[in-house]
Nanobody, 124 residues
Framework: QLQASGGGMVQAGGSLRLSCAVSRSTLRNYPMGWFRQPPGKEREFVAAISWSGGITYYADSVKGRFTISRDNAKNRVYLQMDSLGPEDTAVYYC???????????????????WGKGTQVTVSS
């Protein structure tokens, strides 16, 4: 239903673009979010976007460096990550829920749909 891709290894200061493919038709108009789980830590909110793409939210830690977007014609949601640092190392997950509030904060415990994660590793 949700498939994240685009992770990899990059040096500090570099960029990566994550992509989330939405295959289930009923999810294609859902608000979407990205979460991440750093090694040994709890899952945390990264960014979220409304179904139209007109409203976005970011965690303070990524504001100004990451950009979430979506292409509903291609059924994809993206996370452009720039100026990456070692603190961004984590498994990144895309998520979907009927409620924008569910995907725009916290640990995402109430989110209904999750994709498999993609690993992002940033070396110093």
């Amino acid at each position: 239903q949700l498939q994240a891709s685009g992770g990899g290894m990059v040096q500090a200061g570099g960029s990566l673009r994550l992509s989330c493919a939405v295959s289930r038709s009923t999810l294609r108009n859902y608000p979407m979010g990205w979460f991440r789980q750093p090694p040994g830590k709890e899952r945390e909110f990264v960014a979220a976007i409304s179904w139209s793409g007109g409203i976005t939210y970011y965690a303070d830690s990524v504001k100004g460096r990451f950009t979430i977007s979506r292409d509903n014609a291609k059924n994809r949601v993206y996370l452009q990550m720039d100026s990456l640092g070692p603190e961004d190392t984590a498994v990144y997950y895309c998520a979907a829920d009927g409620s924008l509030d569910a995907v725009r904060t916290g640990t995402g415990d109430g989110v209904d749909y999750w994709g498999k994660g993609t690993q992002v590793t940033v070396s110093s």
